[in-house]
T-cell receptor, first 115, second 113 residues
Framework: AQSVTQLDSQVPVFEEAPVELRCNYS??????LFWYVQYPNQGLQLLLK??????LVKGINGFEAEFNKSQTSFHLRKPSVHISDTAEYFC?????????????FGSGTRLQVQP | EAQVTQNPRYLITVTGKKLTVTCSQN?????MSWYRQDPGLGLRQIYY???????DKGDVPEGYKVSRKEKRNFPLILESPSPNQTSLYFC????????????FGPGTRLTVL
């Protein structure tokens, strides 16, 4: 079984400031890691994913995330946010098997970018 | 355009009145899944399908049914909806590759009175 903890339910930040959204996971097996973004009244869009290899992963819209196996973390970062980044962000994990392939999601972090 | 579509997008119904939410994908994906999203809980899987005629329960299947008669369609059926099924529902699909990147539909907001 897997679980995902997003440590902050809301993160207010000023425009052009850096931001970090934290994600920790627990799993007894190797996992794939994802960050999804949900803009108001829209579905989920994949921001980035970690499958293997380099632990620093770059995604769309200037976001990046770093996989830390020893700390079981996958924090999302952006060096300078824009108003348009206001959205809810979900961290998710999936086991590497070919079975149920369910994504286990965290409870989400609402990023509020203020002018 | 590659996409997952859901209908209806919004639905208000009453307790006990059977309803179906449709989901269709045009990417020839083998895997499809339904999730529900509730505040503070993230998304939880209801049912999934590995291919045509192959379906199985997710984490919260009670009160739901699904079918997979065609590869592109994966309807979610609530035979006797109850107020605790008021939620935002997402359909997702994924190819047969090993790493499970799932593509999500726009969501269906269901209210059961």
């Amino acid at each position: 079984a897997q679980s995902v903890t997003q440590l902050d339910s809301q993160v207010p930040v000023f425009e052009e400031a850096p931001v970090e959204l934290r994600c920790n996971y627990s799993s007894s097996v190797s996992v794939y890691l994802f960050w999804y973004v949900q803009y108001p009244n829209q579905g989920l869009q994949l921001l980035l994913k970690y499958l293997s290899g380099s632990t620093l992963v770059k995604g769309i819209n200037g976001f990046e995330a770093e996989f830390n196996k020893s700390q079981t973390s996958f924090h999302l970062r952006k060096p300078s946010v824009h108003i348009s980044d206001t959205a809810e962000y979900f961290c998710a994990v999936s086991d590497r098997g070919t079975g149920r392939r369910a994504l286990t999601f965290g409870s989400g972090t609402r990023l509020q970018v203020q002018p | 355009e590659a996409q997952v579509t859901q209908n209806p997008r919004y639905l208000i119904t009453v307790t006990g009145k059977k309803l179906t939410v449709t989901c269709s994908q045009n990417m020839n994906h083998e895997y499809m899944s339904w999730y529900r999203q509730d505040p503070g809980l993230g998304l939880r899987q209801i049912y999934y399908s590995m291919n045509v005629e192959v379906t199985d329960k997710g984490d919260v299947p009670e009160g739901y049914k699904v079918s997979r008669k065609e590869k592109r369609n994966f309807p979610l059926i609530l035979e006797s909806p109850s107020p605790n099924q008021t939620s935002l529902y997402f359909c997702a699909s994924s190819s047969g590759t090993a790493y499970n990147e799932q593509f999500f539909g726009p969501g269906t907001r269901l209210t059961v009175l």
